[in-house]
């Protein structure tokens, strides 16, 4: 079976699809709230409320509509002086943003050729790493652009990791648990608290955008690596 690289990749039309996440609400249907099982407006206005500031980064965030939605919320509340979002997609599709949330920022890029600049309270990524090759790294990037106290969230199917012949569902739970993670098989959750140095000792070695539908019911990208 040939493995695509990362650049052949995200030309695959399994990758640059118009169903990743394009329209999703912060909460309410069809929302961020009902994946996470946090509405992100609330968490962000506690924490601006306890720390005068928040920086939210939302990886694979589609149309933006979660971000811009709660920026908006934050605006009307008056406590956006000292907040950056910022949304990260491989396809230009974001809408212009409203002049009162000039806090919010777009970027198209593939996730793995994003370099971080700062660091984030919150970091998401819904239903995105279904469709990156380098899953791993792309989890190692961001969590060190985590604050001390900051919260990575994102959902992962360990079936779309492949390692060797092995089990590696049980090597990713074992790698994940000893640097600092916590994994929810059933809700198919990781989770990372505080910024971190990561690096799982693996070797990528390509992708398959042949793999065929995970558990959401649709198709996904199945990433390959060597012990």
């Known amino acids: 079976m040939p493995l695509l690289p990362e650049n052949k990749l995200i030309w695959s039309p399994i990758v640059a699809n118009s169903r990743m996440n394009r329209a999703r609400n912060s909460s309410g249907i069809n929302s961020y709230e009902q994946e996470l099982k946090f509405k992100p407006e609330d968490y962000l206005e506690e924490l601006i409320k306890k720390t005068g500031k928040a920086a939210w980064l939302d990886i694979c965030c589609g149309e933006g509509k979660a971000l811009i939605q709660t920026a908006r919320y934050l605006s009307t509340k008056k406590l956006t002086n000292k907040c950056h979002f910022l949304g990260i997609d491989l396809l230009d ?134 012990q």
């Open 93 to 226: 599709t974001f809408p212009e943003v409203d002049k009162e949330i000039s806090f919010l920022k777009f970027k198209s890029v593939p996730v793995n050729e994003w370099v971080p600049d700062q660091k984030y309270d919150l970091i998401t990524c819904i239903h995105g790493l279904h469709y990156l090759g380098d899953k791993l790294k792309a989890i190692e990037t961001v969590v060190s652009a985590l604050t001390p106290s900051g919260l990575f969230i994102a959902n992962l199917d360990l079936n779309n990791i492949r390692i060797d012949k092995k089990d590696s569902s049980s090597i990713l739970k074992k790698s994940f648990k000893e640097n600092g993670f916590v994994y929810n098989p059933r809700q198919k959750l990781l989770q990372k608290r505080g910024t971190a140095n990561v690096h799982f000792s693996l070797n990528y070695l390509g992708a398959d955008d042949a793999h065929g539908p995970n558990y959401t019911g649709q198709d996904s990208v199945a990433s390959y690596y060597t």
